[in-house]
């Protein structure tokens, strides 16, 4: 054994790469493959973790993933003989030019891990940047893939969380209030069209009901020619939501024609003025 151990597989100067650093290194990176892969078994595959929790939890496994990483790449420079500090010194100029070039890649590194360690930003969370709406698919160090109501995956540089302005809807908690608005004639019974709207907005399971989080009408505003009502709802599908909207309308226009409410028409008054006669002739 101590023969295959220490059997040059080849030597490049003062350099030489034996059958025990080979080992070594081998056992390294495998060793870090296995810890990772029992960690993500164990903290992730969790059946019962919410959103929150999962996109906490994968933040935290990104970060163990990369720190692990280069720990077991240090450990495997060290076993093949190489010092460290040597190296560092010996390539600082390369690598202060290779910062230069690289800057924006440097600097979606430095945005990846802002993101991970302040956790503002987390898998699972809805993002909504400038004119798209997309939920937070991965974060990697780089780069982070967002995928789209449309099935579409963006994959956004991680600068450009930190930079551009983003509107987390799923920051604070995953559930979100959204609204209807509509207009009814001012002879509609208000009551009436009060209770159609709750009524039509219990009727689906994922809008809450919790006490402050119940389904309320309000009268927004008198109009010129009819009533302005809003039904304010809660809900935790916020990514769907077009689907509950289109459902929810549907729902409240099939109860409106049951009940006989109409929803109002503009009048429109169009006058016809006759043009004046001129009394000018052609020679003038």
């Given at each position: 054994?101590?023969?295959?151990?220490?059997?040059?597989?080849?030597?490049?100067?003062?350099?030489?790469?034996?059958?025990?650093?080979?080992?070594?290194?081998?056992?390294?990176?495998?060793?870090?493959?296995?810890?990772?892969?029992?960690?993500?078994?164990?903290?992730?595959?969790?059946?019962?973790?919410?959103?929150?929790?999962?996109?906490?939890?994968?933040?935290?496994?990104?970060?163990?993933?990369?720190?692990?990483?280069?720990?077991?790449?240090t450990?495997?420079?060290?076993?093949?003989?190489?010092?460290i500090?040597?190296?560092?010194?010996?390539?600082?100029?390369?690598?202060?030019?290779?910062?230069?070039?690289?800057?924006?890649?440097?600097?979606?590194?430095?945005?990846?891990?802002?993101?991970?360690?302040?956790?503002?930003?987390?898998?699972?969370?809805?993002l909504?940047?400038?004119?798209?709406?997309?939920?937070?698919?991965?974060?990697?160090?780089?780069?982070?893939?967002?995928?789209?109501?449309?099935?579409?995956?963006?994959?956004?540089?991680?600068?450009?969380?930190?930079?551009?302005?983003?509107?987390?809807?799923?920051?604070?908690?995953?559930?979100?209030?959204?609204?209807?608005?509509?207009t009814?004639?001012?002879n509609?019974?208000?009551?009436?069209?009060?209770?159609?709207?709750?009524?039509?907005?219990?009727?689906?399971?994922?809008?809450?009901?919790d006490?402050?989080?119940?389904?309320?009408?309000r009268?927004?505003?008198?109009?010129?020619?009819?009533?302005?009502?809003?039904?304010?709802?809660?809900?935790?599908?916020?990514?769907?939501?077009?689907?509950l909207?289109?459902?929810?309308?549907?729902?409240?226009l099939?109860r409106f024609?049951?009940?006989?409410?109409?929803?109002p028409?503009?009048?429109?008054?169009?006058n016809?003025?006759?043009?004046?006669?001129?009394?000018?002739?052609?020679?003038?």
């Amino acid at each position: 054994m101590k023969e295959i151990a220490n059997y040059k597989l080849f030597e490049i100067g003062s350099f030489s790469l034996t059958g025990e650093s080979l080992l070594g290194v081998c056992f390294t990176i495998l060793s870090t493959y296995i810890i990772l892969f029992i960690f993500r078994r164990t903290f992730l595959s969790s059946e019962k973790l919410t959103i929150y929790d999962k996109g906490r939890r994968t933040s935290i496994y990104i970060l163990l993933k990369y720190g692990l990483w280069i720990v077991a790449f240090t450990a495997c420079i060290r076993i093949l003989g190489f010092e460290i500090g040597i190296l560092l010194a010996g390539s600082a100029a390369l690598l202060v030019g290779i910062g230069f070039g690289l800057k924006e890649i440097f600097y979606d590194l430095i945005s990846g891990i802002i993101m991970l360690v302040e956790r503002k930003i987390r898998v699972g969370d809805i993002l909504e940047m400038k004119e798209t709406v997309g939920k937070v698919k991965e974060i990697s160090l780089r780069t982070s893939i967002i995928i789209t109501r449309d099935e579409v995956e963006i994959i956004v540089p991680n600068h450009k969380f930190i930079s551009d302005e983003i509107i987390n809807t799923s920051y604070n908690s995953f559930c979100r209030r959204f609204r209807i608005d509509l207009t009814v004639g001012f002879n509609e019974d208000i009551e009436k069209v009060k209770t159609i709207l709750t009524e039509s907005a219990l009727k689906f399971d994922i809008i809450m009901r919790d006490d402050d989080k119940h389904p309320r009408v309000r009268l927004s505003e008198f109009g010129e020619y009819a009533l302005h009502f809003q039904l304010l709802y809660y809900t935790q599908e916020v990514f769907r939501i077009g689907f509950l909207k289109s459902d929810l309308r549907m729902e409240i226009l099939k109860r409106f024609r049951e009940e006989n409410i109409k929803f109002p028409s503009p009048n429109y008054n169009l006058n016809f003025q006759q043009p004046a006669l001129s009394n000018k002739t052609e020679d003038e």
